[in-house]
């Protein structure tokens, strides 16, 4: 947030010799300072310089109608208030075009004189150092004032800007309020916040609806033979007939790109619109299988142990063959990545394959554990400091996690623990890719890929107030959910002949012991696997004990195996009980899962009914 006075002298001084008295400025404009004098832009510019023509306007907010069916009913509600106090009111698509503005009509009289005006572009590259395009320009609400802007036009004005994101994270624009310097509103930073808050509010909504609606309207195609899928307006697969969903287990939640390559084509494309608001939300995609070749069509695409390079066990699950596939995705690109799943699944194992698999792979990877540091050492351990920064310093200073990081990858797991102190701080680590050590004052550019991951939903913690939205958006760019042991029971005599080879022991395990193996639910996943076959190791190392004898020992399997045999024989009385209408409902709520991650509080939501009720249908419907 940006409110600090600037003083007229601080800007003269600056534009004519480029020196700045940095304890006069705030950080956020200092910085854009700079970058308007990098990229030359003429601080005496009195007025706007680009201004689109109608046509070219109508085009522009043509591309950003929905924004803007959503932005203008709140900005017309707060229309009264905002003419009273002397203000005007904007709203800016990503590219920093003003859409519409609506405010006191002495105002926009004052504001046409610098072309401050609908069609005009208002970026810190056209203007200098404004609320709108600094807003754009750093992701963060900001108020600007007088002569804290860069540029002569805007120096006899206060302006205040809040940026918009959707659910992916997605810049859909800027609101702004302006007004003269003279009428200044202590609280006009907040009320721009507010408003930027309740749209973005109202967007998710939208979003949520429009997915619903979609699935409402695809329940005829559920059960067709026919390969048919339905997509959102971000292309990304929200329902499939069955034909698809046997042919591709985790099509829900692709991009429709990415499920072409399984050996589809489309045939016919049909646009559908919402029953209420008439708008599209979506299409409808019928496919067709081309001649492709076997290892095409294939479910789960092979990955060649030359080509591919992965530290643990592969195993032969379709579950993990997805996660292998998303690595091998992802890897060449530069995106952030979110690693989900629970404790002892491998998490860190992903993540070092994705840097092994990437072009920074003769670079560092550097792990911090954000669960395991204490909240006084977190912000010395990630950014380092400089010498004599603080009582006990070493002597030369210390590099920080992301220093070091440097031309590599830095992978932050249990990113959830992360105190909300330094979220913030971590924040504009990622944004700007720089980082100043403690005590120093010297930035240091940093070339780093950022892979996170944890066992908690973040998205929870986000709607809790527990961790930043907009942090969350930096970080949620390519989830990859890693599925748990239970969930990949097949993978298991694969990794215990892997843990067996790695340990040089010379075992047979009988058909016994990994039938008992199987039966076991392994809340610990992976990591309780291989501590268990370590104490059996030990326990059946002097041959007195029978290595299935002491399995059953430590894991009670026949316990385990009389409620799995319970549990199928419930799913298969509820099958032949269900109404047409209930298998419908728990399909659905079986693709929702599919597309939350498991997440049952997201597949309620996507459902639009309460998460109780998703419960209790769980249990019905024993899922």
């Not at 503005?101 to 009289?109: E, F, I, Y």
């Not at 609320?131 to 002569?152: D, F, K, P």
């Not at 003269?180 to 916040?193: A, E, K, N, Y």
């Given at each position: 947030m940006i409110g600090t006075a600037c003083y007229l002298n601080t800007w003269k001084r600056f534009v004519s010799e480029g020196v700045l008295d940095e304890a006069r400025l705030n950080k956020r404009i200092m910085e854009s300072w700079y970058r308007c004098k990098n990229n030359e832009v003429n601080p005496h510019l009195h007025k706007g310089p680009h201004i689109l023509s109608e046509d070219l306007l109508a085009a522009q907010r043509e591309k950003n109608s929905l924004f803007l069916e959503i932005a203008l009913p709140y900005l017309d509600k707060m229309k009264g208030m905002i003419e009273e106090l002397g203000m005007m009111a904007l709203v800016v698509?990503?590219?920093?075009?003003?859409?519409?503005?609506?405010?006191?009509?002495?105002?926009?009289?004052?504001?046409r004189k610098i072309n401050f005006t609908n069609g005009v572009l208002w970026t810190e590259g056209e203007v200098g150092t404004n609320?709108?395009?600094?807003?754009?320009?750093?992701?963060?609400?900001?108020?600007?004032?007088?002569?804290?802007?860069?540029?002569?036009?805007?120096h006899g004005w206060s302006c205040s800007a809040a940026p918009i994101h959707d659910d992916n994270g997605k810049?859909?624009?800027?609101?702004?309020?302006?007004?003269?310097?003279?009428?200044?509103?202590?609280?006009?930073?907040?009320?721009?916040?507010?408003?930027?808050?309740?749209i973005e509010h109202e967007v998710s909504v939208r979003a949520r609806q429009n997915e619903l609606e979609l699935v409402h309207k695809s329940m005829d195609l559920i059960e067709t033979s026919k390969p048919i899928i339905i997509c959102n307006e971000q292309k990304t697969v929200v329902a499939a007939s069955k034909s698809i969903r046997s042919k591709i287990h985790k099509c829900i939640g692709m991009k429709a790109s990415e499920l072409l390559?399984?050996?589809?084509?489309?045939?016919?494309?049909?646009?559908?619109?919402?029953?209420?608001?008439?708008?599209?939300?979506?299409?409808?995609?019928?496919?067709?299988?081309?001649?492709?070749?076997?290892?095409?069509?294939?479910?789960?695409?092979?990955?060649?142990?030359?080509?591919?390079?992965?530290?643990?066990?592969?195993?032969?699950?379709?579950?993990?063959?997805?996660?292998?596939?998303?690595?091998?995705?992802?890897?060449?690109?530069?995106?952030?990545?979110?690693?989900?799943?629970?404790?002892?699944?491998?998490?860190?194992?992903?993540?070092?394959?994705?840097?092994?698999?990437?072009?920074?792979?003769?670079?560092?990877?550097?792990?911090?554990?954000?669960?395991?540091?204490?909240?006084?050492?977190?912000?010395?351990?990630?950014?380092?400091?400089?010498?004599?920064?603080?009582?006990?310093?070493?002597?030369?200073?210390?590099?920080?996690?992301?220093?070091?990081?440097?031309?590599?990858?830095?992978?932050?797991?249990?990113?959830?623990?992360?105190?909300?102190?330094?979220?913030?701080?971590?924040?504009?680590?990622?944004?700007?890719?720089?980082?100043?050590?403690?005590?120093?004052?010297?930035?240091?550019?940093?070339?780093?890929?950022?892979?996170?991951?944890?066992?908690?939903?973040?998205?929870?913690?986000?709607?809790?107030?527990?961790?930043?939205?907009?942090?969350?958006?930096?970080?949620?760019?390519?989830?990859?959910h890693v599925p748990s042991l239970r969930e990949r029971k097949e993978d298991i005599p694969h990794l215990v002949r892997y843990f067996c080879q790695k340990n040089d022991w010379n075992i047979e395990w009988s058909h016994?012991?990994?039938?008992?193996?199987?039966?076991?639910?392994?809340?610990?996943?992976?990591?309780?696997?291989?501590?268990?076959?370590?104490?059996?190791?030990?326990?059946?190392?002097?041959?007195?004990?029978?290595?299935?004898?002491?399995?059953?020992?430590?894991?009670?399997?026949?316990?385990?195996?009389?409620?799995?045999?319970?549990?199928?024989?419930?799913?298969?009385?509820?099958?032949?009980?269900?109404?047409?209408?209930?298998?419908?409902?728990?399909?659905?709520m079986v693709d929702a899962l599919q597309k939350a991650k498991g997440n049952v509080s997201l597949a309620a939501k996507l459902l639009d009914v309460p998460r109780s009720t998703f419960y209790k249908r769980m249990q019905r419907f024993h899922l």
């Open positions: 698509d990503p590219d920093g075009y003003v859409l519409s503005l609506t405010g006191n009509q002495d105002v926009l009289r004052e504001a609320a709108i395009g600094t807003a754009l320009q750093i992701g963060e609400a900001v108020m600007i004032s007088g002569t804290e802007h860069y540029s002569i036009a805007s810049l859909l624009g800027v609101i702004d309020v302006s007004c003269p310097l003279s009428r200044t509103h202590p609280f006009m930073l907040g009320i721009v916040s507010s408003i930027a808050h309740t390559e399984y050996g589809f084509a489309i045939q016919t494309e049909i646009p559908l619109y919402s029953d209420l608001r008439k708008n599209r939300i979506g299409t409808s995609l019928l496919l067709s299988e081309e001649a492709a070749s076997s290892a095409r069509k294939r479910c789960v695409p092979s990955l060649s142990p030359q080509s591919f390079r992965f530290e643990g066990e592969m195993g032969s699950s379709d579950a993990f063959q997805y996660v292998l596939h998303d690595i091998k995705r992802v890897a060449p690109t530069d995106a952030s990545v979110y690693i989900l799943g629970e404790t002892g699944t491998g998490k860190e194992l992903v993540a070092k394959a994705i840097h092994e698999n990437s072009s920074r792979k003769d670079g560092p990877f550097i792990t911090i554990n954000c669960g395991a540091i204490p909240k006084e050492l977190m912000e010395s351990e990630l950014f380092g400091y400089v010498e004599g920064a603080f009582t006990g310093a070493k002597r030369k200073g210390y590099k920080g996690k992301f220093e070091q990081a440097n031309n590599g990858t830095i992978f932050l797991d249990e990113i959830g623990e992360i105190p909300s102190s330094m979220q913030v701080a971590l924040l504009r680590v990622l944004q700007e890719r720089k980082v100043v050590p403690i005590g120093g004052i010297k930035e240091i550019p940093l070339n780093i890929r950022i892979i996170t991951a944890t066992h908690r939903d973040l998205s929870q913690l986000v709607q809790e107030g527990i961790f930043r939205q907009d942090l969350y958006y930096r970080l949620h760019v390519y989830p990859i016994e012991f990994f039938g008992g193996l199987m039966e076991y639910n392994w809340p610990g996943n992976i990591r309780e696997l291989f501590n268990v076959l370590e104490r059996v190791y030990i326990m059946a190392s002097d041959r007195t004990e029978d290595p299935t004898l002491a399995l059953v020992h430590l894991l009670g399997t026949q316990t385990k195996s009389t409620s799995a045999s319970n549990l199928e024989q419930g799913r298969a009385s509820t099958e032949t009980s269900l109404t047409f209408r209930e298998k419908i409902q728990r399909d659905l």
